[in-house]
Structures are given as structure tokens and as C-alpha cells.
């Protein structure tokens, strides 16, 4: 279960101040997985960082009972200056994970040879991801957060990424933030709309869908 409680998030400009979660409070129940839909702008990937925990609210708490992981393809934990090896090896700490299972699960999945030992500022946008990827694959979450899934890489990668992920989410939550409404529909039972601040919760993902809709018309 993942609960927020009276969460506020706004940023502040010198002329502005934006929210987007205006003392939200609801829950995210354990056994569904929930398509978190809002137009452009609404802020859904900031709420997806704040369930993670990678960004902090101004103010409000968030629960968590259930693993969960860093948004999918997420990065910014990532040291540019230390090797990719090195990067895994302190993530997988971090959540108790063996460092050498986790380091050859990446090495062989993300495929970028002798770059698994280079500085991660070398890396390529592509690269990056791969090891993200495979670094998310490597570690068991019991609720996966994902931000636009895109596949990275060749077809055949591309392939690789769709089966061990099919195999992950048979037994796993997620909450899935994509403008993509097949995939929403693919992987997801229940939805959430971010509009104006608020999170309006469907037991029915079509439902969802078709809110998210109307306000984008």
C-alpha cells in the first residue's frame, strides 16, 4: 500500500507559484496496478518521484508498506564521475542486494562491454538507459513506478526488455505514467487523474481514460 496524506508539492518562480498536489490525500492499494494519467503539465512524473521517495513534499507524509522502486529509466541517482560497475554495486547496497549477483544480472542484460568500467558521464543517453533498465530488472520490487516506457535500443533489445519485464509485472504492482493509452490499458486495472492539484481515483481504468480524455480535448 503506498498512502499519501494531506501531501502538498509546489514549486515556487519568481512570479509564480505552481502545485501540483494540493494537500492530496489517497491511497494506492497493494494487488492493482493504477494508470496515473493528467495532461501535460499536471505533474504527474513530480507525484510518481515523491511515491518513490527521490523528491520530497513541502509538506503532508507519504506511507509505504510495499518495495518500490525508483521511477523506471530513472537516472539522477546515478554518480556521473563513478563506472557504471560502481554505480550498481552501491545501488544494489542500498536495497541489501548481493553487488556481484546485481553487477553481472546488468552486465549481461544491458549489453555495453568494457562502458560497464567507464565513468557514466561517457555514457550515451542510450547506455544510461540500458543500464537503468537492466539495473530495475536486477532488483526484485514489489510495486515497479513507471515514467513513458519506452524501449531502448535495437529490436532484438527491445524484445529482451518486453519478456523479463512481462515475467516481473505477472507477480508485481505498478503505477504507470504514460500519454500512451494502449499501454495504460495493457498493464493497467485501476486509474488515478492528476487535475488541479488533485488525485481523483477510478476503480476502473476506462473510466480513468475517459476523464483524462474530456480534459484534453
Avoid at 495504460?184 to 476503480?203: P, Q, S, Y
Amino acid at each position: 500500500m503506498i498512502q499519501l496524506a494531506n501531501v502538498l508539492k509546489f514549486y515556487k518562480t519568481e512570479r509564480h507559484r505552481k502545485v501540483v498536489l494540493d494537500h492530496v490525500s489517497t491511497t494506492f492499494e497493494s494487488g492493482w496496478s493504477y494508470g496515473l494519467l493528467g495532461v501535460n503539465g499536471a505533474g504527474k512524473s513530480t507525484t510518481l518521484r515523491i511515491i518513490a521517495g527521490t523528491e520530497l513534499p513541502n509538506s503532508g507524509r507519504v506511507r509505504r508498506t510495499t518495495r518500490i522502486s525508483w521511477p523506471l529509466g530513472f537516472s539522477g541517482g546515478f554518480h556521473p564521475l563513478m563506472t557504471g560497475r560502481e554505480n550498481v554495486h552501491f545501488v544494489a547496497r542500498i536495497y541489501g542486494e548481493d553487488p556481484i549477483r546485481v553487477s553481472r544480472f546488468v552486465e549481461d542484460f544491458a549489453e555495453i562491454g568494457d562502458y560497464m568500467d567507464a565513468p557514466m558521464r561517457t555514457y550515451s543517453s542510450g547506455m544510461g538507459a540500458r543500464l537503468a533498465f537492466g539495473l530495475s530488472m536486477a532488483i526484485e520490487f514489489e510495486c515497479y513506478l513507471i515514467d513513458e516506457l519506452t524501449a531502448v535500443g535495437d529490436s532484438r533489445f527491445a524484445a529482451r526488455c518486453d519478456e523479463v519485464f512481462k515475467r516481473r509485472r505477472e507477480n508485481t504492482d505498478l503505477i504507470v505514467v504514460s500519454h500512451a493509452i494502449a499501454t495504460v490499458k495493457a498493464f493497467c486495472t485501476r486509474g488515478a487523474v492528476l487535475v488541479d492539484g488533485r488525485i481523483l481515483m477510478f476503480e476502473d481504468v476506462d473510466q480513468a481514460i475517459e476523464m483524462y480524455n474530456r480534459l484534453n480535448r
